[in-house]
């Protein structure tokens, strides 16, 4: 499987941003799908993670704010940034995992840029 986002970018603090994921290969056994963010001098962490039942998860920083989504048609994750803040300024990346048997995988990351 690979993945591959688009939709990083540079906007003001208050703007929107809508990232997309497209997986290509053999997506039918994708599971989970999520994006994580990792800003300059800290760690990757999960940004939102939606799963094959459409379950979706937040960290309370994005909470209220960005919304996941996915099109198993089309196989591929969108996350709907508003509201963004400066703090939100970090590489992108696009995640997806299958169970059985497990397997993980991860796209190239996409810099979303806020200003103040």
């Known amino acids: 499987v690979q993945l591959q986002a688009f939709g990083g970018g540079l906007v003001q603090a208050g703007g929107s941003l809508r990232l997309s994921c497209a997986a290509s290969?053999?997506?039918?056994?994708?599971?989970?799908m999520a994006w994580y963010r990792q800003a300059p001098g800290k760690q990757r962490g999960m940004v939102a993670v939606i799963h094959s039942g459409f379950d979706t998860g937040y960290a309370e920083s994005v909470k209220g704010r960005f919304t996941i989504s996915r099109d198993n048609a089309k196989s591929t994750v969108y996350l709907q940034m508003n509201s963004l803040k400066p703090e939100d300024t970090a590489v992108y990346y696009c995640?997806?995992?299958?169970?059985?048997?497990?397997?993980?995988?991860w796209g190239r990351g996409t810099l979303v840029t806020v200003s103040s």
């Open positions: 290969g053999n997506t039918s056994s994708l599971n989970v």
């Open positions: 995640y997806a995992c299958s169970f059985l048997p497990y397997r993980d995988f």
